[in-house]
DNA sequence: TCGAGCTTTTGAATCGATTCAAATAATGGA
DNA sequence: TCCATTATTTGAATCGATTCAAAAGCTCGA
């Protein structure tokens, strides 16, 4: 094989037909007498052609029919976070409803990540922008496709995006906890700037947080205000968003005189690490502390006991991303889409005094 | 934007030079003059082109730079099911490594994967074989482009695949236990026929069972003998390696006179599940109970307590399945990994009678 | 037998680049 | 100044299909 590739102008001059035919025998086979096609697909079989090379079809057509993903984290970032997965498999589930593809597009480093995006086969991006976002989209830009940004976090309103709104999402977390009664809460903040884990002053909140978690932070203290909590009251401990950090951030919070019965975290995942940290430490939740995680991601469903939390509405933004995309028909201007009170066995009333 | 849709020849004329020298330009900037890339950039520029068109460059190189991850599931499978994406993740880390984009295709008919196949653009696919592995090798075949196989349920030595030492991965796992004293074992099966749910006569393994399971029973099957242990003293529940069925199987298996010591699982999933139902009822792991699952899932070392598993060598298959595809260097003969005993915390000797 | 009205087929243009042999320009040495 | 080199540019061919106006074939009624 390889050197004598056949294509399809060879099926046709083989066959004594035109090209334009033996392309029709292919891709529209009624407009073809029978008895022509047939002899053309008889040949096409003796030389071993296998129809029509999409790079051709693909050239002409100008469409791909696949979208593409694209974050600035490894490839192994869209199988493994549990936020990508749940996003992933919703727009799996829009794509395969419409017999459209999905390219998974990431790189590490800048450079291999211009490249990629630039090479990327694919009528449209949806940008995951967790981190790097701002690059991503400039990126994104100069490759003159359709795009829409996911967890876009700076207020640049010429970029088409979809968000959520987590001002409300973190407020609804909050009256959650307070409704039950808890009045001694702390906070996991997320984040990925080494200056912000430990101990967080509310002031540094506005200037220093990225806007996900920041937008949340607002929502948890506009609810604590209601209740006539100020936020110099409620702990902050600030996570990377991963195992270690949070621990620590759990170990720090319960080695005072009067630890929180409630945790307000800014992911499930974080939440679900400080479940584990609170089992090993023989701390039963809920009876012991109440705890309420932020996303919605299906492991926070399936966890011993199941995690209370604010989910993402994943399968709408899927849709729409994925329609806007298709469709070449953009938001206009950001939308925020609600998040959703999910209440499951993590959250109790406070023990009793 | 979109009616005027600028190409490399518009910029080459507009800066009033060759095309083969506006495409240098872009695609070895060293070989052209300063001055005149110069010029030729900044009409670039102004007249808004996005840089050299994929679909044209692709047609003239012929390659893409991407392989296709195949398989007869929804899209949803590749981030969802913990096996695809322990795959997943592994061939994300070998494509990160040579810059190579994934593309997942995927459809749940056979007419939508017939056309997802043939569409994907990509330089070659690895196939998941996992349920309708051979008509999925069939149609790939059609497309011309080179592909493995992995998880190939049937014996076809013109098939390139990747596989694994099931019998001798059952084998190992199987003598962990005996060699920890158990002598009461059962066995989960997996498989995705209604027929062998519940209770499976050994006699119905060989003609019924797919190969994957029918290796892995035979492997267990080897280490029971060498301990003098006959097929028929170990029940084989099947299940149909999801939550529901795994539950009937614990089920049916503790409601006898003589509950087994330890399980032998066929995969880790199913192995969490039973886990998951052992807890409900109070019987302890390692304890009460012990188990050890098949596959090496990432999960399996996240769970509680941590699953005792016989890990596929998932970073091997990917490295071997990437390169096999980009170099076009597909193996000869069906190849079979090993797998490895991992010992964790859900096996431990049978408490004394 | 003629021609209107269909159905098929043809052939050339097109999609958007890259490539490479040949032409031209610049450089340097004698 | 002239010629041999070397550095740039050019122009046309190519990749592998699809498309569409026009040509050719058919059918059928008058």
């Given at each position: 094989m390889g050197k004598g590739h056949v294509r399809l102008a060879d099926v046709a001059k083989a066959a004594g037909v035109s090209q334009g035919t033996a392309s029709n025998v292919f891709s529209r086979p009624d407009v073809v007498r029978e008895?022509?096609?047939?002899?053309v697909l008889n040949v096409a079989r003796e030389l071993g052609y296998g129809g029509?090379?999409?790079?051709?079809?693909?050239?002409?057509?100008?469409?791909?029919?696949?979208?593409?993903?694209?974050?600035?984290?490894?490839?192994?970032?869209?199988f493994d976070d549990p936020w990508a997965r749940s996003l992933m498999t919703a727009i799996g589930e829009v794509c395969d409803a419409s017999g459209t593809g999905i390219a998974v597009v990431s790189a590490m480093n800048e450079e291999r990540l211009a490249w990629n995006i630039n090479s990327a086969l694919v009528d449209g991006f949806i940008l995951l922008c967790v981190e790097g976002g701002e690059r991503l989209v400039e990126l994104t830009r100069q490759r003159q496709l359709?795009?829409?940004?996911?967890?876009?976090?700076?207020?640049?309103e010429t970029i088409p995006a979809i968000g959520i709104d987590n001002v409300a999402g973190g407020a609804a977390a909050a009256r959650h906890l307070l409704e039950l009664g808890h009045r001694d809460i702390a906070i996991l903040s997320i984040g990925d700037v080494d200056g912000l884990v430990g101990l967080v002053a509310p002031e540094r909140v506005d200037p220093e947080m990225e806007a996900t978690p920041r937008d949340r932070m607002h929502g948890y203290w506009q609810a604590l205000a209601e209740f006539g909590i100020p936020r110099e009251a409620v702990p902050i401990q600030g996570t990377l968003h991963d195992r270690p950090s949070t621990l620590t951030a759990m170990e720090a919070l319960f080695s005072t005189d009067n630890p929180p019965t409630a945790i307000l975290a800014m992911s499930d995942n974080v939440a679900l690490f400080a479940m584990q940290w609170l089992a090993e430490r023989g701390l039963k939740v809920p009876e012991d502390v109440s705890i309420i995680g932020f996303d919605g991601v299906p492991e926070a469903a399936a966890s011993l006991p199941r995690l209370t939390t604010v989910a993402q509405p994943f399968a709408e933004i899927a849709r729409r991303s994925v329609t806007a995309i298709l469709e070449n028909a953009l938001p206009k201007n950001h939308e925020a889409l609600d998040l959703e009170l999910v209440v499951r066995d993590s959250t109790a009333a406070p023990r009793p005094q």
């Open positions: 008895e022509v096609r047939e002899r029509p090379d999409v790079k051709g079809r693909l050239l002409r057509a100008g469409r791909v029919n696949a979208i593409g993903v694209a974050a600035v984290e490894p490839l192994t970032y869209f359709p795009f829409i940004a996911l967890a876009l976090g700076i207020e640049d």
